[in-house]
C-alpha cells in the first residue's frame, strides 16, 4: 500500500474532526503561516499531520492516525513523507511539543530539550504558547543529516 500526502487547508473538517477525537488543538488551524496534510492510501483517509514554518527552523503539529488504523505503522510513514517535505522545504530543525508521544517521537530521532533551547519563534507560536499545556515535551530533530 503506497501512502502519499495532499495538502488539505486548515478548514478541512476531517483535519478538525480527527484533531478533535484524540483532543488535540484545532483553534489557530486557519491561521496563517501552517500547511495542513492529509494522508491516503487506496482512497482510504490514514491521518492528519502539519508543519508550522519559519524559514530553516518548523514546528511540527498535531500528527494523528485516524481511528481504527493505529498500531499498524503508518504513524511512522507520515512522519517519514512530512520530514522529507520538510526537508525538501528548507527546513533544517523541526520542533514539537507533546503530552502523551514522546516515546513514539524519540524511536524516530527526535530528542527532548528544555524550553531554553528551543528558538523564540517556536516558543512564541500558539502551540508553544498558550494551547499546548506547560508540562508538555518540547523534542527537536536536526534534518541537516
Known sequence: MTMRMEKVPGSDSGLKTRLAEATLPVDDLEEGGRSFFRFVAEREVLGYAGIEEFGSIALLRSVVVA???????????????????????????????????????????????????????????KQASSLCPVSATLMKIDLTN
Open 67 to 125: 481511528n481504527g488504523k493505529r498500531g499498524r505503522g503508518f504513524g511512522q510513514e507520515m512522519l517519514a513523507l512530512l520530514l522529507a517535505h520538510a526537508r525538501s522545504s528548507g527546513v533544517e530543525a523541526l520542533y514539537l511539543l507533546t503530552t502523551s508521544a514522546a516515546a513514539f517521537f524519540e524511536r524516530n530521532g527526535f530528542v527532548r530539550i528544555g524550553r531554553s533551547e528551543a528558538p523564540n519563534e517556536i516558543l512564541e507560536t
